[in-house]
Nanobody
């Protein structure tokens, strides 16, 4: 499975962006999917995830009211809708896919086998 993230860019605080992650070489509906982000000089951190069935969404407390993860199995694509962006949201955003996640491992990078190259999001104040 290959993942290609897109949709990043330079925006102002308060703006919205929608990131996309297109999958090829396999059906995204067979995988749990997630978004992570990595700010300069920082570790890569979990943003949001969806389990394989699509019935459970996992999010991060300080982002759950602003960021929404979704997936379109027919388009073999996952999305991250980001609203009310802040300068501290500036990071490279990565999409990832793995065989299965549960609450105890969904936030762990090791749960995901496939990674996109990332898309840069820069939020100016």
């Amino acid at each position: 499975v290959q993942l290609q993230a897109s949709g990043g860019g330079l925006v102002q605080a308060g703006d919205s962006l929608r990131l996309s992650c297109a999958a090829s070489g396999g059906s995204i509906n067979r995988w749990a999917v997630a978004w992570f982000r990595q700010a300069p000089g920082m570790e890569r951190n979990f943003v949001a995830g969806i389990n394989r069935s699509g019935g459970r969404i996992y999010s991060t407390d300080d982002m759950k009211d602003r960021f929404t993860i979704s997936r379109d199995n027919a388009r073999n694509t996952m999305y991250l809708q980001m609203n009310s962006l802040r300068p501290d949201d500036t990071a490279v955003y990565y999409c990832a896919a793995g065989p299965s996640v549960i609450a105890s491992n969904v936030r762990s990078q090791s749960a995901y086998y496939y990674w996109g190259l990332g898309t840069q999001v820069t939020v100016s104040s």
